[in-house]
């Protein structure tokens, strides 16, 4: 399967500090995308990283992309009590659709 | 802008009941359309997705089956649901070029009891 992995599955931190998850997957990809979801909802577009970057910021996001190792990691600085949400990598391998894995849950304590 | 909608928000439906969620998109022509499920605490999994109308690809076999009767509309059924068809039903679209960036609508809760 090509689904991403992410880790950990969980994560509890202070407000104000980072939060880093971290997504490994299986076969060569043309893109990756973060997505958030908030309790009970959709999924939002966070960011989408090329194959052949190798880091992208938006805001307070900063992705990461190794193709070695088919991993990516996913920092929010000076996380916020609204960032509490499950986040969720995503792999295109060129055909329809995208393969999400199983989501990072994060609890930011204010 | 293009806004997606999905309905009802939430179902609660006995065992052995049709299925009917609708999922429609405005704002945009010739989106790819996609039907995904999502068990408690876990990741997504892809259902069906659609490139065009009456064009329905299936990703696992299950008790489920897709419609997409207009350019803009994509049908999630069932005749007769199970229990293990509980979950929370997300309906996306994209543009079909090379981003795959993809929107989601707000999402079905389902329960099958």
């Known amino acids: ?110 | 802008s293009q806004t997606i909608h999905q309905w009802p928000a939430t179902l609660v439906q006995p065992v052995g009941s049709p299925l009917s969620l609708e999922c429609t998109v405005e704002g945009t022509s010739n989106p790819n359309l996609y039907w995904y499920r999502q068990a408690a605490g876990r990741g997504l999994q892809l259902l069906f997705y659609s490139v065009g109308i009456g064009q329905i690809s299936s990703e696992v076999p299950q008790n489920l089956s897709a419609s997409r009767p207009q350019d803009r509309q994509f049908i999630l059924s069932s005749k007769k649901l199970l229990l293990s068809d509980s979950g929370f039903y997300l309906c996306a679209w994209d543009t079909g070029t090379a981003s795959y960036e993809q929107y989601f609508g707000p999402g079905t809760r389902l329960t099958v009891t």
């Open chain 1, 1 to 110: 399967s090509q689904q991403g992995e992410e880790d950990p599955q969980a994560l509890s931190i202070q407000e104000g500090e980072n939060a880093t998850m971290n997504c490994s997957y299986k076969t060569s990809i043309n893109n990756l995308q973060w997505y958030r979801q908030n309790s009970g909802r959709g999924l939002v577009h966070l960011i989408l990283i090329r194959s052949n970057e190798r880091e992208k910021h938006s805001g307070r996001l900063r992705v990461t992309l190794d193709t070695s190792k088919k991993s990516s990691s996913l920092l929010i600085t000076a996380s916020r009590a609204a960032d509490t949400a499950s986040y969720f990598c995503a792999t295109d391998a060129g055909a329809n659709n995208l393969f999400f894995g199983t989501g990072t849950r994060l609890t930011v304590i204010p």
